[in-house]
């Protein structure tokens, strides 16, 4: 099962290498991985999609990740009430025959064209994860030049408590 967990981290060089590794090495599958600045200045926020298919290796994972000096807190926030989103830039090969119907496939989706060549659109898109693979798949038909994605970031919804009753669904250092 994919999961999302969410780790507050020091922002310090080589703390996202020291983790991946750890994660390498304990040959934890990582999905998709963001890594951006928190509201508080020197934290950032990391957001994982790993493939774990029981608890007793999502209790490990938590566990080694929250042995790493520069880790503050860990969370699996798969089952929680979050808000999740990652972006999508798409370049599609776009003619004056076609790039009206791109236009049209693109409105429901919320997306944009944000830059337009001779021969090519750049489609930008945020959304779930779902929403964002539904529309690369309409575009693939017209021909897709490149195609970049970020990972999945995300955080709780409203005011949810950060722990659960789960001992492994959040570790944090006190």
């Not at 950032?44 to 608890?55: A, Y």
Request: glycine content about 6%; overall charge positive; cysteine-free.
């Amino acid at each position: 099962m994919k999961r999302i967990i969410i780790a507050t981290v020091q922002d310090r060089g080589g703390v996202l290498n020291r983790i991946t590794g750890m994660l390498h090495k304990r040959q934890f599958n990582i999905e998709s991985i963001s890594v951006g600045a928190s509201e508080t200045e020197g934290i950032s926020k990391m957001t994982f999609v790993v493939e774990i298919n029981d608890k007793q290796k999502l209790e490990q994972l938590t566990k080694q990740l929250n042995k790493q000096i520069d880790v503050l807190k860990v969370m699996d926030v798969t089952d929680k009430a979050l808000v999740a989103r990652e972006l999508a830039l798409i370049k599609v090969v776009g003619t004056n025959q076609t790039r009206a119907e791109i236009q049209s496939i693109i409105t429901p989706f919320r997306a944009a064209v944000i830059d337009v060549s001779k021969d090519s659109l750049i489609i930008q898109v945020t959304g779930k994860p779902d929403k964002v693979d539904a529309l690369i798949a309409l575009l693939r038909p017209y021909g897709i030049k490149e195609l970049t994605k970020t990972g999945l970031t995300a955080f709780l919804r409203g005011q949810q408590p950060e722990q659960s009753n789960s001992d492994f669904n959040l570790v944090a250092k006190g």
